[in-house]
């Protein structure tokens, strides 16, 4: 039997960075680019190019030095953005009329011709129905089976993108390469232990496009042992971290804890995508089907809302896309069927051909997926963004007819992407229009096409400036289907004076169902009070009518919040929807929002009276809170009881007990150790024994950040001030990185604080306070 343990580049690239610290959106002047078929690397400023590098061999090479710069192109000078300037000029220069010259213009005053190889022009459809783009798939997959690294790993990007092309001569290039692949073998094992979700899912989606392309049977064994440890080593979610949930982490329970921290969904949609496409297979197992439906479930949830975040948070409003997360999903629920995902986010992805050098640790899966996202929209829609977007793949396109990741170098010593091939992932963007792969719109629904001004409008979105609008204009923005353009309205109106809070107030009670949600969410968090005060009545109404739905009841509830002491007399109403029933929310996430709100309308219930109007209800809230399936759930029911007194200790003390064991295998969390802190800071603000051992007993558990268990000790220790001195030989002199100031500190505070004036108590005897009182 062969233990498969990936060793495939890209992913260990994007592993090793993704440990290395979060990029969300780079500058992306000032930083060394690649410069397309010219062959050059450089500089670029809004005025000019400073070459940095000549690769050996290309059209550059004995022409221009490194430290020449470049002021204008095919005699136009650079004014705006350069870098778009010159890739327009290289898709130019490559036509048949231009036959290949690139004029560079040096500021020393030479001008130097590039010799290029001559491709033609996109055609006015492009990718569809274009010969230029038919001549870079060919020069593309040639240059894929070049490839050193093709050669040593068969990477499964690149073998997507050579089935793509649906071309017999890459297809038994890939059916070859599998058919050896000790990873594609029938009899392959996994190790569970070493799983590695970025190559299983990645793997599990090439072994599925190639079965249902080619109906070769030797890929079926390999299939159902990725899909079916896939759909086991799922959490209780349904989602996938770095790798799987792992029973012999997770005392023998399938769906268990994720270790390292957890829930990713950029590592877990291509696990969906491949599960999915198992089942068209044929691959048949209770846990496959299971998991396919469940994180479908999941994803739901985020339709109309905003794009994915990076794990289980809630939906991003502010943005069409996440680092190519939009894309991912807009395929994913085509694939699923599932037409109001499909539509909406490919719409999401349409819109965001201005964002695609955005994301964390880079934005490799933004060029990737972003584009096949928007093609689930239909060609009209696939082809303007392939017109906005083409500059990029000029630019990443190497003058051997390869691409080339284009990150940007950052500062010496940081982690670098370059040389990593990125000629997959473009590869299946050019091939949009051959469609042989479900992942690039094979068997795609044309109902849910766009066309015309339709078409047109999504892509605009990308550009539009809600700054520039109108009041009225922002008005019926609050009425769009897209949250990024509400909110952005929001934002607008909000910055501004104006008369329109009757008009807002009268879409939140009589609009369709997109404007009272728009009108709710002017209201929402950030709305000044004095606004928000004139809503008040509206906002009562609409929380307290039964027959209205429970998220608008909900979003009212929790706009309240914001009024702060002057909704102190809703609180118990707050309280009331948190126990009510919500049957079409099975995954807790109306509870988890009107939680939060509790805590932004008072940080004290007990010093401000209102813990005490119905005591029996406000613990209940705070247990059911507390048994969240989501961390952050619970960290909104600890947050609620954080100042309880020692009275009422006993009627919360089995649960905060409960929360500081973590013996629960069920919820999700990003690791996030906020509800155990909140309950070990309980212990230390009654002091009560337990608290230390517990902050110190998080370092043993193999799950979770480090940096989360750092803050966790140095929030807690302190607390227990000089109760905890008996700790002092463990915590001096320890290096822990970027938080020494702080740890330090936290020494420091505990040896210099005053001796304790009582002695601290055990939980049965804290519990026994509460009760004797009571009795």
């Known amino acids: 039997m062969i233990c498969q343990k990936m060793t495939i580049r890209p992913i260990l690239c994007w592993l090793a960075f993704l440990h290395c610290g979060a990029v969300y959106a780079r500058s992306f002047e000032d930083k060394e680019h690649h410069l397309g078929p010219t062959g050059l690397f450089g500089v670029t400023s809004p005025t000019d190019i400073r070459v940095t590098k000549v690769e050996q061999g290309s059209p550059a090479d004995g022409k221009i030095k490194e430290g020449d710069v470049i002021v204008a192109v095919s005699g136009g000078k650079f004014k705006a953005n350069t870098r778009m300037v010159l890739a327009d000029a290289i898709d130019k220069a490559e036509t048949e009329q231009a036959k290949g010259i690139l004029t560079l213009d040096l500021n020393d005053g030479r001008k130097v011709d590039l010799q290029l190889k001559v491709l033609g022009a996109y055609s006015a459809t492009a990718p569809y129905q274009c010969p230029?783009?038919?001549?870079?798939?060919?020069?593309?997959?040639?240059?894929?089976?070049?490839?050193?690294?093709?050669?040593?790993?068969?990477?499964?990007?690149?073998?997507?993108?050579?089935?793509?092309?649906?071309?017999?001569?890459?297809?038994?290039?890939?059916?070859?390469?599998?058919?050896?692949?000790?990873?594609?073998?029938?009899?392959?094992?996994?190790?569970?232990?070493?799983?590695?979700?970025?190559?299983?899912?990645?793997?599990?989606?090439?072994?599925?496009?190639?079965?249902?392309?080619?109906?070769?049977?030797?890929?079926?064994?390999?299939?159902?042992?990725?899909?079916?440890?896939?759909?086991?080593?799922?959490?209780?979610?349904?989602?996938?971290?770095?790798?799987?949930?792992?029973?012999?982490?997770?005392?023998?329970?399938?769906?268990?804890?994720?270790?390292?921290?957890?829930?990713?969904?950029?590592?877990?949609?291509?696990?969906?995508?491949?599960?999915?496409?198992?089942?068209?297979?044929?691959?048949?197992?209770?846990?496959?089907?299971?998991?396919?439906?469940?994180?479908?479930?999941?994803?739901?949830?985020?339709?109309g809302k905003g794009t994915?975040?990076?794990?289980?948070?809630?939906?991003?409003?502010?943005?069409?896309?996440?680092?190519?997360?939009?894309?991912?999903?807009?395929?994913?629920?085509?694939?699923?069927?599932?037409?109001?995902?499909?539509?909406?986010?490919?719409?999401?992805?349409?819109?965001?051909?201005?964002?695609?050098?955005?994301?964390?640790?880079?934005h490799y899966f933004n060029q990737m997926w972003t584009g096949l996202g928007a093609a689930v929209a239909g060609p009209e829609v696939s082809s303007e963004f392939f017109r906005e977007t083409r500059w990029l793949h000029t630019l990443n396109r190497t003058w051997d007819g390869n691409f080339t990741y284009d990150g940007a170098e950052g500062k010496e010593g940081e982690f670098s992407y370059r040389g990593l091939s990125d000629a997959g992932s473009h590869l299946l963007n050019y091939c949009l229009a051959r469609r042989k792969l479900f992942i690039t719109g094979r068997d795609a629904d044309r109902s849910i096409w766009l066309k015309g001004k339709n078409a047109n409008d999504a892509i605009a979105l990308a550009t539009l400036n809600v700054e520039s609008k109108s009041d009225k204009e922002l008005l019926d923005f609050l009425g769009h289907p897209m949250p990024k353009v509400r909110a952005d309205a929001v934002a607008a109106l909000r910055s501004r004076k104006h008369d329109l809070i009757g008009p807002i107030k009268t879409m939140l009670t009589h609009g369709t169902p997109i404007q009272r949600k728009g009108a709710g969410e002017y209201f929402g968090y950030g709305c000044p009070k004095d606004q928000l005060a004139l809503a008040r009545d509206e906002l009562v109404s609409i929380m307290r009518d039964t027959k209205e739905k429970m998220v608008a009841r909900a979003d009212a509830a929790c706009a309240l919040c914001g009024l702060g002491e002057d909704a102190y007399p809703y609180f118990n109403d707050i309280l009331a929807l948190v126990m009510a029933a919500k049957p079409d929310d099975p995954r807790g996430k109306i509870d988890e929002r009107l939680g939060a709100g509790l805590n932004t309308l008072c940080k004290d219930p007990f010093a401000e009276g209102l813990a005490m109007k119905d005591k029996k209800l406000?613990?209940?809230?705070?247990?059911?809170?507390?048994?969240?399936?989501?961390?952050?759930?619970?960290?909104?029911?600890?947050?609620?009881?954080?100042?309880?007194?020692?009275?009422?200790?006993?009627?919360?003390?089995?649960?905060?007990?409960?929360?500081?064991?973590?013996?629960?295998?069920?919820?999700?969390?990003?690791?996030?150790?906020?509800?155990?802190?909140?309950?070990?800071?309980?212990?230390?603000?009654?002091?009560?024994?337990?608290?230390?051992?517990?902050?110190?007993?998080?370092?043993?558990?193999?799950?979770?950040?480090?940096?989360?268990?750092?803050?966790?000790?140095?929030?807690?220790?302190?607390?227990?001030?000089?109760?905890?001195?008996?700790?002092?030989?463990?915590?001096?002199?320890?290096?822990?990185?970027?938080?020494?100031?702080?740890?330090?500190?936290?020494?420091?505070d505990i040896e210099n604080a005053p001796p304790p004036s009582h002695e601290m108590l055990t939980m049965e005897e804290a519990k026994q306070y509460g009760l004797k009182k009571t009795n």
């Open 132 to 303: 230029k783009t038919d001549a870079i798939i060919t020069r593309v997959a040639e240059a894929i089976i070049r490839s050193k690294e093709f050669a040593a790993h068969g990477v499964p990007i690149d073998l997507l993108g050579l089935l793509a092309t649906g071309e017999p001569k890459y297809v038994g290039v890939v059916q070859d390469v599998i058919h050896s692949a000790p990873w594609a073998s029938p009899d392959l094992k996994l190790d569970l232990a070493n799983s590695g979700v970025w190559g299983w899912g990645y793997t599990n989606l090439l072994l599925a496009e190639y079965y249902l392309l080619t109906k070769d049977e030797f890929v079926l064994p390999a299939l159902k042992t990725y899909s079916v440890a896939l759909a086991e080593g799922r959490d209780a979610a349904g989602l996938w971290g770095h790798r799987v949930a792992n029973p012999e982490t997770n005392r023998g329970q399938l769906h268990g804890r994720l270790p390292g921290y957890a829930v990713m969904n950029q590592s877990s949609l291509p696990c969906f995508l491949s599960l999915m496409l198992a089942d068209k297979c044929g691959i048949k197992h209770p846990e496959v089907q299971a998991a396919i439906e469940q994180t479908h479930g999941f994803y739901t949830d985020f339709i």
């Open 308 to 362: 994915l975040p990076y794990g289980v948070h809630d939906p991003k409003p502010n943005s069409f896309n996440n680092n190519g997360m939009s894309g991912l999903a807009a395929v994913a629920f085509a694939i699923h069927a599932n037409k109001g995902g499909a539509a909406f986010f490919s719409r999401m992805s349409a819109a965001a051909s201005n964002t695609l050098e955005t994301g964390h640790t880079g």
């Open 618 to 748: 406000f613990y209940a809230v705070a247990h059911k809170l507390m048994d969240h399936k989501r961390t952050s759930g619970r960290i909104a029911g600890t947050a609620l009881i954080a100042k309880v007194p020692l009275e009422d200790f006993h009627l919360a003390a089995d649960k905060i007990q409960y929360i500081i064991d973590d013996k629960d295998l069920t919820y999700q969390s990003y690791h996030n150790l906020g509800a155990k802190t909140n309950c070990i800071a309980i212990l230390a603000n009654l002091n009560i024994k337990g608290g230390i051992e517990a902050a110190f007993a998080t370092l043993d558990d193999p799950n979770g950040k480090a940096g989360f268990k750092i803050r966790l000790i140095m929030d807690v220790l302190p607390r227990y001030g000089a109760h905890a001195r008996y700790v002092l030989p463990k915590i001096k002199g320890n290096e822990v990185g970027k938080f020494q100031k702080q740890w330090e500190k936290m020494v420091e």
